[in-house]
């Protein structure tokens, strides 16, 4: 069974970067047809889906976020990364990394990590 685990700052600054690993253990992010997502959840808000990263290392971004997303991956360490430029305290949010067979499939999920934007 896939396993996910998302890691990076819990703080970040306004004006600068979020970065964000998600390591993936029990199976490979090349396997085909597999897609890699970041999903964001600010305080008393639904779920946001960020954009993914397939399994052929193609990328896709939500509309709203594209501007300053950007997703990449690390094959040799089995891990995908986030980084969304220009934060402001409005990404403040539990970040969590999914993956699953398929763009729509969410069948395995990180357990989320807290990242704050505050100066």
């Known amino acids: 069974q896939v396993q996910l685990q998302e890691s990076g700052p819990g703080l970040v600054k306004p004006s600068q970067t979020l970065s964000l690993t998600c390591t993936v253990s029990?199976?490979?992010?090349?396997?085909?047809?597999?897609?890699w997502s970041w999903i964001r959840q600010p305080p008393g808000k639904g779920l946001e889906w960020m954009g993914h990263?397939?399994?052929?290392?193609?990328?896709y971004y939500s509309p709203s976020l594209k501007s300053h997303t950007s997703i990449s991956r690390d094959t040799s360490k089995n891990q995908f990364s986030l980084q969304l430029s220009s934060v402001t305290p409005e990404d403040t949010a539990v970040y969590y990394c999914?993956?699953?067979?398929?763009?729509?499939?969410?069948?395995?999920w990180g357990q989320g990590t807290q990242v704050t934007v505050s100066s």
């Open positions: 999914a993956g699953g067979i398929g763009r729509g499939d969410f069948g395995s």
């Open positions: 029990g199976g490979s992010i090349t396997t085909s047809y597999y897609y």
């Open positions: 990263i397939g399994y052929d290392g193609s990328t």
